[in-house]
């Protein structure tokens, strides 16, 4: 999930999860390695029970913005329509070969696969997540077409140029090194393939500047996740443009996420008894981080899908 900040002092901030690529599958294999000496091989949040992730979020433990575009919609269905929009932005057709770089639960994968028999490759540090796409891949009888790597990206053994689309969901946030994330993505594309990057930024550099280093922040970012910095989107573009990437859109999808996180909301609320039955008191603490991502979002905090292609 990606996390937006409120404006005021005293709050809890920069909250965000790998991208919630729902259930994907196939054998795990890969080394867990850290990027640095401040980023743990896995991260406390995304090893909790996968049944309380099962609670909250939509059938598909889509862990990452909904997109919402007609009053009345689901969280089912506004997760559903994302998906659809990421394949369209990536070009997909059916039959690529796809990557999805911290693929939560496996819901990117998982649908590439079932609807688009794509060979779909997902990378997560989160032991637990392996084991619940492979057992989901093998439910939805893609388990051939799915394969998943427990491991950190910036240092996994994938070979060159043999990807035609690459995704992150929320999960370059967890990432210090971010010229190195764009170098690795367009490095495992082939010639003309496409990369989708989905993120929470603060809206520019002042913001990041007054922000980032405030005690709700860096609780949310050392006690929850592990580490996390939400760049502004010029940092974004730049590393991509840096790598050798040509941009071809930007979407602002801030409302969406605002709308995808009240959902959110509503379910702890009404499993508040079975999450804490898994969990004592992790329905509240889910609650008070998601009540103040949501607070930040359109002022100190933004939500956007940029897409890049390797063109030469």
Sequence with gaps: ???A?????????TARTLSGAGAGAGAGAGAGASTSAGVADTNQHYDLDPEIFGLFLDSRRKYS?????????????????KLRFVAERLGLRGGERTLDVGCGWGSVVLFLAAELGCHAVGVSPAGRQHAYIAARAAELGVAELVRTH?????????PPA??????????????PDLDLVFRRARALLRRGGRLYVSESCFRNAAAHAEFD????????RNSIFGWGDMRPLSELIRAAEDAGFSVRSVDDLTEDYRHTIEHWLDNVAAHADQIDAIRPGTAQTLSRYLQVANAGWGFTTKHYALVCQKSR
């Design 1 to 3: 999930m990606t996390a």
């Design 5 to 13: 900040l409120p404006a005021a002092p005293a709050t809890l901030a």
């Design 213 to 220: 280093r405030r005690g709700g922040t860096e609780f949310v």
């Design 65 to 81: 913005s909904g997109l919402y575009r007609t009053d009345g919609t689901t969280l089912e269905s506004a997760q559903l329509a």
């Design 150 to 158: 427990q491991g950190h990206f910036e240092t996994l053994d994938l």
């Design 162 to 175: 043999s990807f035609d689309a690459v995704s992150l969901l929320g999960s370059i946030v967890h990432m």
